[in-house]
T-cell receptor, first 114, second 112 residues
Framework: KQEVTQIPAALSVPEGENLVLNCSFT??????LQWFRQDPGKGLTSLLL?????REQTSGRLNASLDKSSGRSTLYIAASQPGDSATYLC?????????????FGTGTLLAVQP | EAGVAQSPRYKIIEKRQSVAFWCNPI?????LYWYQQILGQGPKLLIQ????????DSQLPKDRFSAERLKGVDSTLKIQPAKLEDSAVYLC??????????FGPGTRLTVT
């Protein structure tokens, strides 16, 4: 059974710092991995989708890496800004079977202090 | 393109009452998902539809929850009767074959 873990659960950094969020998964048989952002009381915004054949994906100040063999992904945020404050979730789709439901970690709550 | 629409955004009800949520997926997306997100946790799938057929409802508490997707487009999720532990955000998502899942803004349910 796939389990997804995110460390740390919460992180507070001063504005301008570079930071790394971690995601680990127990079953390396994944199609892809997705990083989401969730603002308080809001839905999920997809940030990056990494296919299993890829090692990295970049979008602006965000860079996500994937190491399937070790069951790990990282989300790197460069030059953090107060507007980056949110909860960041990683998720992998269920592998095999009829459903491709996403299995989520519990998220990292990020606060960027001005 | 328009995103996934959900309504209402917020709902407060008393326990044992009933409630219904509505979702309109992205046009052309055959797959529709309902997730439940309890405070402090990641979302968990309640039910997945492919067109108007159910793919997975193994985590849906069928004694009180029901969902339908008529004509393979819009979907409704109903809870009857509600319990305190149903307080959560209910997220609808949709996808097309091989694509990422796109989420709506969610409905925050508070059961008192």
């Amino acid at each position: 059974k796939q389990e997804v873990t995110q460390i740390p659960a919460a992180l507070s950094v001063p504005e301008g710092e570079n930071l790394v969020l971690n995601c680990s998964f127990t079953d390396s048989a994944i199609y892809n991995l997705q990083w989401f952002r969730q603002d308080p009381g809001k839905g999920l915004t997809s940030l990056l989708l990494i296919q299993s054949s890829q090692r990295e994906q970049t979008s602006g100040r965000l860079n996500a890496s994937l190491d399937k063999s070790s069951g790990r992904s990282t989300l790197y945020i460069a030059a953090s800004q107060p507007g980056d404050s949110a909860t960041y979730l990683c998720a992998v789709p269920n592998y095999g079977g009829a459903t491709n439901k996403l299995i989520f970690g519990t998220g990292t709550l990020l606060a960027v202090q001005p | 393109e328009a995103g996934v629409a959900q309504s209402p955004r917020y709902k407060i009800i008393e326990k044992r009452q009933s409630v219904a949520f509505w979702c309109n997926p992205i046009s052309g997306h055959a797959t529709l998902y309902w997730y439940q997100q309890i405070l402090g946790q990641g979302p968990k799938l309640l039910i997945q539809f492919q067109n108007n057929g159910v793919v997975d409802d193994s985590q849906l508490p069928k004694d009180r929850f029901s969902a339908e997707r008529l004509k393979g487009v819009d979907s409704t999720l109903k809870i009857q009767p509600a319990k305190l532990e149903d307080s959560a955000v209910y997220l609808c998502a949709s996808s097309s074959a091989g694509s990422a899942q796109y989420f709506g803004p969610g409905t925050r349910l508070t059961v008192t």
